[in-house]
């Protein structure tokens, strides 16, 4: 192969590496532990791959991709189909449309941003779940679930920036 296709090919590869790793993320939200009562309360790593390529690399993350992710999810964790598609695509939309704002802020501005994007895809997630079972859910797991997610993010935001900074550098 000649040197193009090689350099065509690792471009296609860097283009979908955030929906790559929003999905190891996805999958990795539902891996079955021996925690009595985690599932219940695992954080939504999705949620900080989607927050994050919003701000940062929205054009690496369409809309599309975020719609898939959601549907994966939903598929994955057994919740009512549309429950985390709407979710994702609500955090997708309000982190893209504060873009401008987010981007190039210190870290614990980003964080705060994800407490404020995330409390209410929990609030959202709470609803749309007690409005599917016609029956108030249980507000504990979602809290849980809520401070978990909070508290993994500067892992995961962190992983993200050394990968963006080592491979999705703009041209």
């Not at 690399?57 to 429950?83: E, K």
């Not at 797991?141 to 080592?166: E, N």
Request: hydrophobic content about 60%; some cysteine.
């Amino acid at each position: 192969m000649n040197v193009a296709v090689w350099q065509k090919l690792d471009q296609m590869a860097r283009a979908i590496t955030p929906f790559g790793l929003s999905l190891f993320l996805v999958i990795l939200s539902v891996v079955p532990t021996h925690i009595p009562g985690y599932a219940q309360i695992a954080p939504i790593l999705a949620l900080v791959s989607i927050y994050h390529w919003a701000i940062y690399r929205p054009n690496l993350l369409p809309p599309f991709a975020v719609f898939l992710l959601g549907l994966l999810q939903d598929l994955l964790m057994g919740t009512p189909v549309g429950l985390y598609i709407l979710v994702f695509l609500t955090v997708y939309g309000i982190a893209l449309s504060q873009r401008r704002f987010f981007a190039g802020k210190s870290f614990t501005v980003c964080w705060f941003g994800f407490a404020v994007i995330s409390l209410v895809a929990s609030v959202e997630s709470w609803l749309l779940a007690s409005a599917w079972n016609l029956a108030l859910m249980d507000i504990n797991a979602v809290t849980f679930q809520y401070l978990l997610s909070l508290g993994i993010f500067p892992i995961v935001a962190w992983i993200f920036l050394r990968w963006q900074q080592a491979f999705l550098q703009q041209d």
